[in-house]
């Protein structure tokens, strides 16, 4: 079998794009890579059935690619137009979806530009503190993260985050009382162990504050077996490395690669958020019932977490709107087939009138919530 593969280059403002598309022959998928300036941004991989002819793979490949450009193009000029509209709800949806690609320069403008127009906007200082972070810009991180804690500190998640800026600060002390308060507040949060943990870890090497050193390797290992315990995900072969490291004293060893079980356990969740960029999607000609259902898989994921986060809740309700949206389209359809057989069935005439009235008034509906008042 042959093996295809298609290159599509984008310049725009100053910056080159390329999204590269190949089929490959032995581990039998089709694999798409993002590149920014020659540097690999994010790679989605398709399987596919052995059955599959020469023809149809080389038509997949066509298919994948051609939705992979279309996509990029869209966010580019989605991107231009919403800083130009200066609408900060926008703003906010748009820079996840691009945080979630690892585009991080336009992200951090996007959410920037959001919280100078809304100086209350607590999930884009949320956002904004961890594409500072991914950027290296730590001072940033931590004032991002502050301002998000302010506005809104019963939110687990944003004391997390303000955590993790203070440790990549070097300011192990103030990472420790953020983690502390993100576990009071959610007990179930695998996350904020985890990088108690690592605070712990990391002020041993540095010295920071002796209080903290005391009982390191008792207090650290209870930490990380809780996090294994609520997230099996940290169970890697690397985290027994780390923990061999610690118990032998290799603080510095132990320190690193438990960072690095830490960004490997977060990159494989960036990766499962970049394949649906729903948040932006969702106010966009891009929805579709899978990007809904999927959305409301994890928003009752991100609930479970953060009981306390009532944006989560609004969002949730959101999303079933547009499920609902999708179910009236198919019962309409199914209408539409009923008098196709028997054009004669009263109720059925009935039922399609009804429902492509009512139909139109759940459409406004839907926009009005999600354009006035997301």
């Not at 200066?86 to 920037?112: K, N, S």
């Not at 960072?259 to 969740?269: F, N």
């Not at 729903?278 to 994921?301: A, C, G, P, V």
Request: aromatic share 12%.
């Amino acid at each position: 079998m042959d093996s295809y593969r298609l290159d599509s280059r984008i310049v725009d403002n100053e910056k080159e794009y390329l999204i590269q598309t190949v089929n490959d022959v032995r581990q039998g998928v089709i694999k798409t890579s993002f590149f920014v300036n020659g540097e690999l941004m994010d790679a989605s991989i398709m399987p596919h059935s052995e059955e599959m002819s020469e023809n149809e793979i080389l038509n997949l490949v066509k298919t994948t690619h051609g939705d992979k450009k279309s996509e990029l193009e869209y966010l580019l000029k989605s991107y231009r137009n919403i800083l130009e509209e200066g609408r900060p709800e926008m703003m906010y949806h748009l820079g996840t979806a691009l945080f979630y690609r690892r585009m991080y320069p336009e992200a951090r403008q996007l959410f920037q530009c959001a919280v100078k127009i809304r100086h209350d906007y607590h999930e884009a200082y949320y956002y904004l503190s961890q594409t500072e972070l991914m950027s290296n810009h730590i001072d940033a991180a931590v004032k991002a993260g502050l301002k998000a804690v302010e506005i809104r500190p019963q939110f687990a998640d944003y004391r997390n985050v303000l955590g993790e800026a203070f440790m990549a600060a070097g300011s192990c002390r103030r990472a420790v009382i953020e983690f502390e308060d993100a576990i009071k507040l959610n007990i179930y949060y695998a996350d904020a162990y985890f990088n108690l943990a690592l605070a712990y870890t990391l002020n041993a090497v540095t010295k920071e504050d002796f209080n903290l050193y005391t009982d390191l390797t008792t207090k650290t290992m209870d930490l990380l077996n809780k996090a294994v315990l609520i997230n099996p995900d940290y169970k890697t072969s690397t985290f027994d490395e780390a923990v061999a490291a610690l118990t032998n004293g290799e603080l510095k060893r132990a320190f690193a690669l438990f960072k690095g079980v830490r960004d490997e356990k977060k990159e494989k969740q960036r990766q499962g958020k970049a394949a649906h960029f729903h948040r932006f999607l969702m106010y966009t000609e891009w929805l579709s019932q899978s990007n809904i259902d999927d959305r409301i898989k994890q928003l009752q994921n991100d609930i479970d977490r953060n009981p306390g986060y009532v944006d989560l809740y609004y969002e949730l309700g959101a999303c079933y709107l547009h499920q609902a949206k999708f179910a009236w389209q198919k019962s309409i359809e199914q209408f539409k087939k009923a008098l196709e057989i028997n054009p004669s069935l009263a109720k059925a005439k009935r039922s399609l009138e009804l429902s492509e009235e009512n139909y139109l008034k759940l459409t406004d509906a839907i926009f009005d919530i999600t354009e006035k008042y997301v």
